[in-house]
């Protein structure tokens, strides 16, 4: 095990809309309650991102600072280099389509992501999908509950070598109607949770710890987030209830007046 | 001079068709109706009864009035009260009554009063509707950042929408807070700019430019774009301490309301009457007086507990009010709720450095009140959890020293219900 953990938060300023900036807090702080030393790097705006770092987070962000994250990104290639080298990478929402194969800017065309997991990003139609989202997923083949809150316009499709992190139970998540949440590849792990997702998935921190320790980690004492997750899954669960009541009907009468406007 | 000399008279400024007249009527009846139900002030109810009966009703009660419009994410309650009362020294005033700041609440503000005067707090998504409608002579344009990100999007999504409302918004004075990069980009397009020092306690919103995306680079209070020629522009109004400098005169503020946010909505505010001639030390007098609108910084007893009540909804209002606390061992109750006027998604409790609290104990409570808790838990601060906000303050009193004060600091709707707790 490293003996110590250096965890890079990539340009916080451009890519912390959403308090994602908490995922690196709750890292930092599982490993010192472990006697591990974190090191956190912020990297600030006029800055490269640094080489060698264990543990990569990118956050969600406005369209904007996005696509000049992006473009920064492929010019370096240091993300790229990092992953070659066996680092952990978590990114969410925005962090996630940039990671990906292609993502709309803020004038809705496609742009090139990284290309460093096989997911594309499209536009997707009508609002924003925002609310409580929960899902189902694996560790080490035990099945785990998620608890997040989505908040983004683009629709994620996957390849065939990235799999999903997991599958919706209420909520939206990648596509409408489709079923999936996020994606994993190698030691890429991306989704579109807030909340920050880290906080509210002490099981995804810890796995994220030990896929960058490469060694099992003590339990630490978790009883204000379960009693946190309780509250959130309950929550989604209404959520699921009021889409397949209200949310069907103002989408039908949103598709009317769409209609009528066409005509 | 009174203001009404400087206008039309108010019968003048009110020829309201049938329609808007019974639709006006019928939104007061239904706002009386509503006050005697005891279902609140009834201002939201009755705009709303008077736009249904007449959609243009913004324009028609805004027609012959002089409008000045308060947006921006924090203190909108606050410099609204202080303009009223610094137009207030020159005659009536309409206003809406604290937080009713979307349609309803500024159709009613005026429909209850016919004063030419009219001073509306609005809120940052209707902003550019109601610049449409009113035509109003002055825009206060306080700050902009990260706020319900459910509800009203991204801050670059909502100054590019200001930005467009403002470009060719004729006749209008913008009264923009110069500190703050998002404001100056989204008001520097308006015919008429006064540029005031409004203060940037928040700045990461505005790290990137909001117009080519580069790095701010800030100096002290001065910024500057490293990537395009946006930069801090040349103030008119700023303040000294406790005195404002506006138009070649230095004005002393003696004000009730605590902290350097006060005192800097106070020289926005004294922009805006300076548009209208207002005498400005008159005008800085009536603004001291101003003792907290709708509970805000209100001195209170809670249960026989000594407290103070502090508003914060997102992260640079908690920023301030963390500064506010700071330099004090007492205990805190923090109160977060999340329904809808409050943003659904409390995940900015992430960007707020909850870690200055470490060495107080702190009560989490509000329905959201367990987010705070983790938060609290990875920020190494002491707390503990109750839901019920009365319980909070009697727990958070036990560790109270003597003749000392709790500080209570609440997001929305979270400090509403802590109001309706005062001095029972």
């Known amino acids: 095990m490293s003996s110590s953990i250096s965890i890079c938060v990539i340009y916080p300023d451009l890519l912390g809309t959403y308090g994602d900036g ?171 949770m807030h909340g920050p997702a880290l906080v509210r998935n002490a099981n995804l921190a810890d796995q994220l710890l030990e896929m960058a320790t490469g060694s099992a980690l003590e339990p630490v004492n978790d009883v204000e987030v379960d009693e946190l997750r309780r509250e959130r899954f309950a929550a989604a669960h209404g959520r699921k209830h009021a889409d397949s009541t209200q949310g069907a009907g103002i989408g039908v009468i949103g598709d009317l007046r769409r209609r009528v406007k066409r005509r | 001079m009174s203001l009404q000399r400087l206008l039309p008279k108010k019968a003048e400024a009110q020829k309201l068709s049938a329609r808007s007249y019974f639709a006006r009527a019928a939104g007061l009846g239904a706002s009386e109706l509503s006050r005697k139900l005891g279902r609140g002030e009834g201002s939201v109810i009755g705009g709303r009864v008077t736009l249904a009966l007449d959609p243009n009703a913004l324009a028609t009660l805004g027609r012959g009035r002089s409008v000045v419009l308060v947006s921006g994410t924090n203190g909108k309650t606050t410099t609204t009260s202080m303009v009223s009362a610094a137009l207030g020294t020159m005659g009536e005033v309409s206003t809406n009554s604290a937080g009713a700041n979307m349609f309803g609440g500024m159709v009613h503000a005026m429909s209850a009063s016919k004063a030419v005067a009219t001073v509306l707090e609005t809120d940052e998504a209707h902003l550019p509707k109601t610049v449409e409608a009113t035509k109003p002579r002055v825009i206060v344009l306080l700050n902009l950042s990260r706020d319900q990100l459910d509800r009203v999007g991204e801050v670059r999504t909502e100054a590019v929408k200001w930005r467009n409302c403002l470009t060719g918004a004729d006749g209008v004075t913008v009264v923009a807070n110069g500190d703050d990069p998002m404001i100056v980009w989204a008001a ?237």
């Open chain 2, 188 to 424: 520097q397009v308006a015919s008429k700019v006064v540029w005031v020092s409004g203060g940037s306690g928040w700045r990461l919103d505005a790290a990137s430019c909001p117009s080519c995306a580069r790095k701010v680079i800030w100096n002290g209070d001065d910024w500057a774009c490293s990537g395009c020629d946006l930069k801090r522009p040349s103030i008119d109004v700023d303040l000294d301490d406790d005195r404002v400098l506006i138009a070649g005169q230095t004005i002393p503020l003696r004000l009730s309301l605590p902290g350097i946010i006060n005192r800097r909505n106070a020289a926005m505010a004294l922009a805006a009457a300076n548009v209208f001639g207002a005498d400005l030390i008159g005008a800085a007098k009536a603004i001291g007086e101003l003792t907290g609108v709708g509970g805000r910084f209100a001195s209170v007893e809670i249960s026989k507990v000594p407290s103070r009540l502090l508003l914060a909804k997102n992260p640079a209002g908690w920023t301030e009010s963390l500064t506010l606390t700071k330099g004090s061992n007492e205990p805190l109750v923090v109160a977060i709720n999340a329904r809808i006027q409050d943003g659904q998604d409390p995940s900015w409790l992430w960007d707020v450095p909850f870690e200055q609290m470490k060495g107080r104990f702190v009560v989490a409570t509000g329905e959201r009140g367990r987010d705070l808790a983790v938060r609290l838990h990875y920020a190494d601060v002491d707390h503990v959890f109750e839901p019920d906000s009365r319980k909070a303050v009697l727990r958070a009193a036990q560790e109270l020293t003597d003749n000392s004060r709790l500080d209570v600091v609440a997001n929305y709707s979270a400090f509403q219900d802590f109001r309706r707790l005062v001095d029972k």
């Open chain 1, 22 to 192: 908490g995922n690196a807090i709750v890292l930092a702080q599982r490993l010192r309650w472990r006697g591990i030393k974190a090191e956190t790097k912020l990297v600030d705006l006029g800055e490269d991102v640094p080489a060698g770092c264990d543990i990569y987070l990118l956050g969600g962000g406005e369209d904007q600072p996005q696509v000049s994250v992006t473009e920064r990104l492929a010019e370096t290639r240091v993300l790229h280099k990092a992953v070659d080298a066996g680092a952990v990478v978590f990114g969410v929402c925005a962090g996630m389509q940039i990671l990906g194969k292609q993502f709309p800017g803020a004038d809705y065309k496609l742009r090139p992501g990284l290309g460093l997991i096989d997911i594309e990003t499209q536009r997707g139609d009508g609002p924003r999908r925002v609310g409580e989202l929960a899902t189902r997923g694996e560790i080490n083949g035990a099945a785990v509950d998620y608890t997040g809150y989505e908040n983004h316009q683009g629709i994620t499709f996957l390849g065939s070598e990235a799999r999903p992190l997991a599958q919706v139970v209420s909520g939206i998540g990648n596509e409408d109607g489709k079923g999936t949440e996020g994606a994993v590849q190698g030691r890429i792990i991306t989704t579109y």
